[in-house]
Structures are given as C-alpha cells and as structure tokens.
C-alpha cells in the first residue's frame, strides 16, 4: 500500500498530501495540489510560499522535488519566482481557454450546480433580502397540515390556492386579467418551455429571438426543433418590422418586454402593439418571458405584454427564481382561454406540476402580503446595490450601461470576453460575456454583464480591480 505523507504546516499548506508509489511522481502532484489551492482561492494572488528547504522538510520529499513543482508553476504564470524575496503566487492568473462547457457554466455562474453564488452573477435573488423566518414558518406549517390529510393525486396544473393567489397577485402587479384555469404552475422558466413543446405544433417552423437576447432561450427554441431568425432590437425593444421583413411566416416571437434581456429596455407601447397587431393578423403567437415581474426598475414597473392582449395570442411565462430562490424551480404559465384545454391535457398526461405542499406555502406567501413586501425591499436593495457596483466599476471602465437589475461593461472590438468570464471565476466572479447573447456574429458587440444582487464581503472595489486587471491582460495583447 502506497505511503501517505502529509503536510503539518499552516493552512493551506497542511491540506496538501503526497503519495508515493503511483504513477503520477512527487513533483507532478505537487504541482497539481498546488495549481488547485490557487484555483480554489486557498492560495491568493501576492501570497508567498514556503522556501524549497522548508517545504521539503515537512512534506519528507528532497529539495529539488519541490523545486521541480515550482519551476512548472512559474513557467505556466501560476507562480513568479523573486530571487531572493521568494517565490509568489501570480498577481494576474493565466487564462483558461473558453471550453465547450463555457455556456453551461456561465447560465449557473459556477462550475457545478447547487454551487455558492458568485460576484456579478446573473440570473439568481439576494439571498440575504429573503425573509427566512416567515419563510419557514409558513412552510413548516403547510408540511404539518398536509401530513395529517388523506394522501391524493394533486392537481396537475398545480394547487388551486396558488393558482388563484397568482390570478389576484397578477392582476394588481402585472395589469393582467385571467381566471384560475388559464394558470398552470411549472418547473420554472424551462418547464415552462417544454410545456410550449409539448402543446403547440411548432416543430419545423420559425420563430423571432431577441437579437442580442438569452442565449439559453435560443438553445431552448432549437431543442424544440423550431429554427430561430434573429431579429434585431433598439431603444423601443423588438423590431417588428424587420421580424417580419425577415421571417414573415414565423410561427412566434419570443420576447423580454419588461426589461429586455441583456440590453434592459423596456418595449415600448407602440412596438407593443405593433407585435399584437402581427400575431392577430397573421394568427401568430407571442411568448413573453416575464423573467423579472414586478422587479424592474422605476417607481412602477410596466405592466405585462399579456395585460393588452385582447385577441388571445400571448402565453406569458413567469418565475419565482429570480424573486424568491432558484431552489423552488417553480414558475407559472398563463395560457389564453382557447388554450386552456390543450394545457391541462399535456398536464395530465406528461407533465404534472410538482409538489402541491410547496404550491400552498408559497399561495399563503403572497396572500399575506409578504411577498409584495418582499419584492419592494428587494427593489431598494438591488438600487443601492447597483449605484455601489457603478462606482467601483466607473474608475475602471468608464464605457458602463445600466442594463436594468444589471450593468454591461463595452469592451473593444475583438476581446476575448469568454476567456474573460471563465477565468474570472477563479476570482470568485461570474460575469456574462456579452458576445454570447447574439446570434449574428457580425454584431456580436464584447463585453461583461454584470449582475448586482450578489454583494462580496469586502464590497464591490476589490472585484472591480481584478476584473481590471483580466480585461487589460487581454486587451494588451490584441
């Protein structure tokens, strides 16, 4: 059996561990253990490492071993070697090569799921706005009434309760009228579109996407088999009239019309109708992806595509991941009244909602009132949290674009903003590049976007320096 020999030093150092008679020899796992504390943050740019004598003494390997790791460490920039000082740990970390796994990395901010939330990541609440305690209170609750009931099949469209807390909350919050049926509750945003998939007979057709817009909904469109036309959008939102310039029989569009998605506009009243007047005219539909509801910035947020649609053309798409948690992964549909049917049907049969319980805690949440509360803090948290980012960024990059609940940073032509992004997240950051959100390649603008809800401990300063100094290491070498 291989002889462990581990380190007694300080932390980090006292993690590290050897094995002698593998394949892999001393030098090479050192040096890989030592590449791995610096890519965790266990080892910080600017620390400086034992000397080559006493590292040697304590792992028990002779000097030269430990020399061996350290020369490979300096030579792929992961350490700098200062004579006489010693050696360091590299200020700027090399850049990895954007994979094939960069998208799936940056959708979650980190490399796995259920991974801790990142600076500037996209897509995920405050957790520390979330009020917990009445959270908890009510779900506890719900999980004692539900145990002492006789077990039966649950609704598939989700409990009646929540259905019917969302058709009041709707109406007040979103300007939407609709009755308890027209709801269905889902698997958050991507159930939501594998309902669409499995409904509605767009396999082999066309639709509008957003153009920039969420590259996960265009993945999601093609996994339906429907083939996406980019379709341009500007200060008012859509271009409705280059849609249908450009795919005059497309089957939908999907769009972001209360803050669109990356660039933070909200779609104007008459582009609004414009699009209405196209799906009535030309019996068409209209997805609405209402990602942030009632959290979009201003004073009163605009009211939902669906609230104007006399016609029945809109199936509007909401979520709790953004205002609640991502844990629940739960969201709404409200599907026009000619739908309903179709829906419940595909329910029944493929996808029934998921557990009623939750369903009930979360109807008695926005019943109390606590989740309207809830939302108007978050509003104020994410305010004060967007002018703090802004002014760590501006000193740094002085080309910024408040983009809604987030900021894009422009870079110069050709940056590299993927290779930016991976390697950020060694730093504990998680920006979008920019240039994955479009799907024409000659438009593709690079950049950063930059969510605000996750605040560092030591604030956003120190974030913004090190994505400074990210960026310039790529754009010195254009």
Not at 171 to 198: E, F, K, N, P, W
Not at 225 to 236: G, I, K, L
């Amino acid at each position: 059996m291989p002889k462990n020999e581990s380190l007694t030093g300080p932390s980090p150092f006292s993690t590290l561990t050897l094995r002698r008679g593998t394949s892999r020899g001393l030098s090479e796992q050192l040096r890989q253990l030592i590449e791995q504390a610096i890519g965790e943050g266990r080892l910080q740019p600017g620390a400086r490492l034992p000397s080559c004598r006493d590292l040697a003494a304590q792992l028990g390997v002779a000097r030269g071993t430990v020399r061996a790791s350290y020369d490979m460490l300096v030579e792929g920039q992961f350490l700098q070697a200062r004579r006489a000082a010693g050696t360091f740990v590299s200020a700027l970390l090399p850049l990895k090569p954007a994979g094939a796994n960069t998208e799936r990395l940056l959708l979650e901010g980190a490399e796995e799921y259920d991974a801790a939330p990142l600076t500037f990541q996209m897509g995920i609440p405050a957790s520390d706005a979330f009020p917990a305690k009445v959270w908890l209170r009510i779900l506890q609750r719900h999980a004692r009434m539900q145990a002492s009931r006789a077990a039966s099949y649950p609704d598939p469209r989700g409990s009646v309760a929540l259905r019917q807390a969302l058709v009041a909350y709707l109406a007040v919050a979103r300007g939407l009228r609709c009755q308890a049926d027209q709801i269905i509750i889902t698997s958050g945003y991507a159930g939501a579109m594998g309902l669409i998939g499995l409904a509605m007979d767009f396999q082999g057709k066309t639709a509008w996407l957003e153009d920039p817009g969420f590259w996960v909904a265009r993945r999601a469109v093609e996994a339906l088999r429907v083939t996406p036309v980019s379709v341009p959008v500007d200060a008012e939102g859509l271009q409705v009239e280059a849609g249908i310039a450009r795919a005059p029989d497309a089957a939908f569009a999907l769009v972001t019309p209360g803050q669109q998605a990356p660039l933070g506009m909200t779609m104007s009243l008459v582009r609004r109708h414009e699009l209405l007047n196209w799906a009535s005219r030309e019996q068409r539909w209209i997805i609405e992806d209402d990602y942030l509801g009632e959290l979009q910035p201003g004073n009163r947020a605009a009211p939902a595509l669906a609230a104007l649609d006399s016609e029945g053309r809109v199936l509007h798409i909401g979520t709790f991941s953004k205002t609640l948690t991502p844990q629940l992964r739960l969201g709404f549909m409200v599907v026009p009244p000619a739908l309903t049917s179709r829906f419940s049907e595909i329910c029944a049969l493929l996808s029934p909602a998921s557990s009623g319980l939750l369903h009930n805690a979360v109807a008695e949440f926005l019943r109390e009132g606590h989740f309207m509360r809830h939302l108007r803090r978050m509003k104020r948290v994410y305010h004060e949290r967007l002018e703090q980012m802004i002014a760590a960024l501006h000193p740094h990059f002085p080309d910024l674009q408040r983009a809604g609940l987030a900021v894009i940073v422009r870079l110069p032509a050709g940056t590299p903003d993927e290779a930016i992004a991976q390697q950020a997240v060694e730093w504990g950051m998680a920006p979008s590049p920019l240039s994955i959100w479009y799907q024409q390649a000659d438009q593709r603008g690079a950049g950063l976007v930059l969510g605000a809800a996750h605040l560092p401990r030591e604030g956003y300063a120190r974030s913004a320096e090190r994505l400074k100094a990210l960026v310039d290491a790529q754009v010195i070498s254009l």
